[in-house]
C-alpha cells in the first residue's frame, strides 16, 4: 500500500516565493496548498488536515501572529513561521504564541526544506500509536502533575493547556529532575539534532512554561535557571 503523503500549507502573498517553496516541497514528496490570503489561510488550516503550516508574518486579511494564535489554540501541528523581520521581539511573540520556529527571509531553500522535514518526522514519531497500550506514565509533584500517556498537565487540579513543544520540553527536564541542561543541549533534545534554528526558542519556551505552571513566574520553584549553565527542574 502506498504511503500518503504528508500536506503542508504555504500561507504566503508572496506568488513567487510561495511557488518556489512549493516546487521544492513538490520535489520532496510533500503535498503542498498555497494561501495568500490570511483569512483564507487561517480557515484552511482549520479546515484540512495537515502536517505543517508554513506562515508568513506579514499578510493581507489577517497577520501571521493573529493567525497563529488562532490555530494553535485548536490545532497542535507544526507552525514554521517565515518572516521578513528581524526583531527579537516579533520572533518572541510568534513563539510565544505557539510557533514551533521560525527563518527569516531571505532564506536558504535547503535550509527551509530541511526544517520542514525536520518537524514533520518529529511530529509524526511523537504522534504515532503505539502497538500496545503501555501503563500511563504520571509524575505527581502535588501542585503540579504531569500525565505523559495523556499529554496532560494538572496545576493545582486545574488542567492547563500547553503547545506541544511546551509539553515536550517540561516533561522532558521534570523526568531528569535536579539534572541541568544547557539550551543547546534542550534545544538538541526537543526540536532535534537535525534542527536548524534558534536556541532562544528555548528560552522563550521556557517563559511560556513558568507563566503557565509557576506560581510566582518570577520566582520559579519548578524550572529554576543556573545562570551561565542552563536549566534545571526541581520539585523542592
Known sequence: MKESKHKILIIEDDPDIAALIKDYLDLENFDSVIEKDGIKGQECALKEAFSLILLDLM????D???ICKEIR????????MVTARTEDIDIIRGLSFGADDYITKPFSIAELV????????RYTRLTKKPDTIKEMDELDFGYLRIIHA?????VDNNEITLTRKEFDLLYFLAS????????????DRIWGEDTYGDISTVTVHIKRLREKIELKPSEPKYIQTLWGTGY???SC
Open 73 to 80: 489554540s485548536k490545532v497542535d501541528i507544526p507552525i514554521l
Open 232 to 234: 534545571k527542574f526541581t
Open 150 to 154: 495523556a499529554h496532560k498537565v494538572f
Open 59 to 62: 499578510l493581507p486579511g489577517k
Open 64 to 66: 501571521g501572529i493573529s
Open 114 to 121: 530541511a526544517r520542514v522535514k525536520s518537524h514533520v518526522a
Open 176 to 187: 531528569n529532575r535536579d539534572i541541568v541542561f544547557s539550551k543547546e543541549q534542550l534545544y
